[in-house]
């Protein structure tokens, strides 16, 4: 299954001249059960939910990491404004995008061994699947574009990205029908288009 879905900011494609902010998440959802660190008992809610929030943004500091790679690597500037008004479309065919794997244990203590992260970068957000080591990577990829595509379009994410953090619930409406539970569903355009019509009838668009 998908370990986890994150949204973050991009450091490498802020304004070109000025300095980049930190890469910032701005939502994130974890799907399947870590180990505890250390075994044993005497677990502190607290500080597992910050060492949660730390390995989260060690995968959102990787994804940033990767995507200014690969946009060196292409020729292309590792900055790009935001030209697009929020209600144009989303540019995800031209979009960059990657994967890398993670060693086993780093940073989440899974027990089902390596994990893989197909990210996707549309101008100052990303968005990434943490997957397991026996998903389709086809399908992954499927999957994140679909969802990627349905939250810019619901919460106008290239308008004011931080508003995903006040819309939480709107974002798990989106993955509670592409990505039930963490769950990747066999995706065709006609199923894509009902689920679509699904989300905007639950949000009200």
């Known amino acids: 299954m998908v370990h986890a879905f994150i949204v973050h900011t991009l450091r490498c494609c802020g304004r070109s001249g000025d300095e980049a902010p930190p890469c910032r998440v701005l939502y994130s959802r974890v799907?399947?059960?870590?180990?505890?660190?250390?075994?044993?008992?005497?677990?502190?809610?607290?500080?597992?939910?910050?060492?949660?929030?730390?390995?989260?943004?060690?995968v959102a500091r990787q994804v940033d990491s990767s995507c200014k790679l690969h946009l060196q690597a292409v020729g292309r500037p590792s900055w790009e404004p935001l030209a697009l008004p929020p209600e144009d479309p989303a540019p995800l065919q031209d979009a960059p995008s990657g994967a890398f794997r993670l060693p086993p244990g780093d940073p989440f203590p899974v027990a089902e061994g390596e994990l893989?992260?197909?990210?996707?970068?549309?101008?100052?957000?990303a968005f990434a699947l943490v997957c397991g080591p026996q998903e389709n990577l086809l399908l992954a990829e499927g999957?994140?574009?679909?969802?990627?595509?349905?939250?810019?379009?619901?919460?106008?994410?290239?308008g004011s990205g931080s508003d995903v953090l006040l819309k939480a619930e709107r974002t798990e409406v989106v993955l509670g029908r592409f990505l039930p539970h963490g769950q990747l569903l066999f995706l065709n355009d006609q199923f894509v288009a009902g689920m679509e019509r699904e989300v905007?009838?639950?949000?009200g668009k």
């Open 31 to 58: 799907f399947s059960p870590e180990r505890p660190e250390g075994g044993g008992g005497g677990r502190d809610p607290e500080k597992d939910r910050l060492a949660q929030k730390e390995r989260i943004l060690a």
């Open 200 to 203: 905007a009838a639950a949000l």
């Open 116 to 125: 893989t992260v197909l990210w996707l970068g549309v101008h100052s957000v």
């Open 143 to 158: 999957t994140l574009r679909s969802v990627a595509r349905s939250l810019l379009d619901h919460l106008r994410l290239l």
